[in-house]
């Protein structure tokens, strides 16, 4: 009877020291979650707009449609461009929060596809982005703003080329008019001269 009486006394104070340390646990987690006094907290009305599409979002849907595109390639200032012709059809989706585009075309003579996506992000107020290609495995990802409402949106690009390295680019999408827009990037050498330049204007078909 001791040895059980002793062995049950060790396992209600394994059980007491077992609980004391998961309450601790959870009132340090609670305590950690907290919010700091003096910090503010967003609302859920300003939750609720963060989350709703609004004017940016807007003007990216103007956009909206299908085009032929032309595109140029300058692979040094001053060169003879490069030229190739194709196809684009832009979309909005996620109930009016993302730009969404695909397009075919060639490039240097071999053909390409691509999907692309581009919103407004409403907490960060900047443009932020997606591409892909099928000459590459890689996204590239874009950070943009824009000084006139949308019409004019200025990129910086990333990606990781095939030896792993980070390339950046200079990427500027400039509206026309109702029916045209130009796509134009831009990089540098190594040597952080002018480097390669590719423009794209998107005509609206009739």
């Known amino acids: 009877m001791k ?9 209600a104070a394994g059980l007491l020291a077992l609980c004391v340390t998961v309450g601790a646990q959870t009132t340090q987690k609670k305590t950690q979650n907290m919010p700091k006094p003096g910090a503010s907290q967003p609302s859920e009305e300003q939750m609720m707009l963060h989350s709703m599409p609004g004017a940016p979002h807007a003007a990216l849907a103007k956009l909206a ?8 390639v300058f692979m040094q200032p001053g060169a003879q461009p490069q030229e190739s012709a194709g196809d684009a059809r832009l979309w909005m989706t996620l109930d009016g929060r993302f730009l969404a585009e695909e397009d075919s075309g060639s490039f240097f003579g071999q053909q390409t596809k691509s999907f ?41 690009a990333s990606f ?10 200079d990427i500027n999408m400039r509206q ?5 827009f130009v796509v134009e990037l831009s990089g540098k050498t190594s040597d952080g001269k002018p480097g390669p330049r590719l423009v794209t204007t998107y005509t609206r078909k009739k």
Do not use: P
């Not at 892909?132 to 890689?138: A, E, P, R």
């Open 3 to 11: 040895i059980r009486t002793s062995a049950v006394v060790r396992c």
């Open 65 to 72: 449609g299908e085009y032929t595109t032309s595109t140029k």
């Open 116 to 156: 692309k996506m581009v919103g407004y992000n409403n907490a960060s107020k900047q443009y932020e982005g997606i591409w892909t290609y099928t000459m590459s495995t890689s996204i590239m990802s874009l950070i943009g703003t824009s000084a006139d409402g949308g019409k004019t949106i200025t990129f910086s």
């Open 160 to 169: 990781d080329d095939q030896s792993g390295v980070k390339q950046k680019l």
């Open 176 to 180: 026309s008019d109702d029916d045209h």
